[in-house]
């Protein structure tokens, strides 16, 4: 338990930490910014309360949008990922239900599984970011062109940390 | 009363849910107002620290075009020294130095975080209250304006940019003192858009767009952008016109803050009109 506390809590400064002094360098186009950082979120335990679940999502925006200077769009939008996740894990669970004390990772559960769940959430997440950031209708196709792209990359981020990071454990 | 309570513990998540939502839609929204709050923006300390050291290890690898922009600017001021004109004048009275009453006070700072390609983009620079900086006060650069000071802490300022849905710039086109508004409809970091020109305005590409003498926070004639193309929609009565900008977003380091020392007494005058 205590062991889970501090992995996640490590796993929560690294990504930060890559967030805000890389990614957030990342300045090709308007139309691709990465945030891979909701990976946090995304990999917290199944059995993880909802209520906690939203209060970590909720610290974890704050921090960025510290970093940032977007005081509470992040954190609206990461309350919101975390308050979805429950329902897109139920929506596409396995028959079996999830196993007592698994990750949701790539090689826990599959390409398949792993890549609708990302997916979902991902593209929900960057919806109300990017919506919420904008605010207003009259670049409505512009703001969903971004929404689409910097879905596809931080998608592709994801899934690239999951091969870096995780196949060894699995194998083990 | 029992049924109530037992019915926000059956749907707790929801309920907790919206209170959380709400909180951040407070935060977005009070964020919007000119600097309100400054808690939580990387004006603090911890993200203050954080991108000073990042920048001391980027500020190497801009050395060199720093120097340039340095060297550029020395020779202009050079230019502009009483000792590189001749004076042809004779001088038949003393000139008092009393006449001449400070209007704009300049403070360079640097850039330790910067960006261009979000919608709404800030900077951050390493002087603040204690070195004189107040919020609302303009920002420049030697090529051109960047913005507006939006929240100060001890150290550290952040910077509502030109790059940003709320930067609304006062502008003219030189030659011909028409103005408008200067904005950013977000994409390409290197081109903004003024609107409001009326269509009897004789213009061409390549002309020079600098700040107005209407603003209370630019001085007049600060370099803005130059014309890359207008276009007149049919039964409309102004231009939409493209500026291609004189500064260059991507690669600031050094700006300088400018407090115009008469903006008070000016507002106060204005308001007073205005209540009259």
Request: positive net charge.
């Amino acid at each position: 338990m205590i062991n889970e506390i501090l992995r996640n809590f490590f796993r929560f400064i690294f990504l930060m930490l890559i967030q805000i002094l890389v990614l957030n360098n990342f300045q090709v186009s308007g139309y691709l910014n990465p945030f891979l950082y909701i990976l946090f979120v995304l990999m917290l335990p199944f059995e993880t309360p909802s209520a906690l679940l939203m209060l970590l999502g909720l610290v974890t925006g704050l921090t960025i949008d510290m970093f940032m200077d977007t005081m509470g769009l992040h954190a609206a939008a990461t309350v919101f990922l975390a308050f979805m996740r429950p329902k897109v894990l139920k929506l596409i669970s396995p028959r079996e239900g999830y196993e007592f004390g698994t990750q949701p990772t790539l090689h826990h559960l599959g390409p398949k599984w792993y890549f609708s769940y990302a997916g979902i959430l991902v593209i929900l997440h960057h919806f109300a970011l990017f919506y919420l950031e904008i605010f207003r209708f009259d670049e409505f196709w512009r703001t969903f062109l971004r929404v689409i792209l910097s879905s596809g990359f931080t998608f592709s981020l994801i899934i690239i940390t999951q091969f870096l990071f995780y196949r060894s454990r699995n194998k083990a | 009363m029992r049924n109530l309570f037992a019915f926000i513990w059956r749907n707790y998540e929801y309920f907790l849910f919206l209170i959380l939502e709400v909180g951040c839609f407070f935060l977005l929204f009070q964020n919007n107002n000119f600097h309100k709050a400054a808690y939580i923006t990387s004006a603090n300390r911890v993200a203050g620290q954080v991108y000073q050291g990042m920048s001391q290890v980027g500020q190497y690898f801009r050395l060199k075009n720093a120097n340039e922009a340095l060297a550029n600017e020395n020779a202009m001021l050079h230019n502009m020294l009483k000792d590189s004109y001749m004076d042809l004048k004779v001088r038949d009275s003393l000139i008092k130095d009393t006449l001449l009453r400070q209007q704009y006070h300049y403070t360079s700072a640097r850039v330790i975080n910067n960006s261009v390609n979000r919608r709404n983009n800030y900077l951050t620079i390493d002087r603040g209250r204690l070195q004189g900086i107040k919020p609302e006060t303009a920002v420049i650069c030697s090529n051109g304006i960047v913005g507006i000071v939006k929240d100060v802490s001890d150290n550290f300022s952040s910077i509502l940019c030109l790059l940003h849905k709320d930067a609304r710039i006062s502008v003219k086109i030189k030659h011909t003192n028409f103005f408008g508004s200067l904005v950013w409809e977000g994409g390409d970091y290197r081109y903004a858009t003024l609107n409001d020109i009326p269509v009897n305005v004789e213009l061409a590409k390549g002309d020079t767009i600098q700040t107005n003498a209407y603003s209370t926070l630019f001085p007049e004639g600060v370099m803005a952008g130059v014309i890359e193309s207008f276009e007149l929609k049919p039964g409309k009565n102004f231009y939409v016109i493209r500026v291609k900008l004189s500064t260059d977003f991507k690669n600031l380091s050094y700006v300088y803050v400018i407090d115009n020392l008469m903006k008070e007494e000016q507002q106060k005058l204005e308001m007073r009109s205005q209540n009259d």
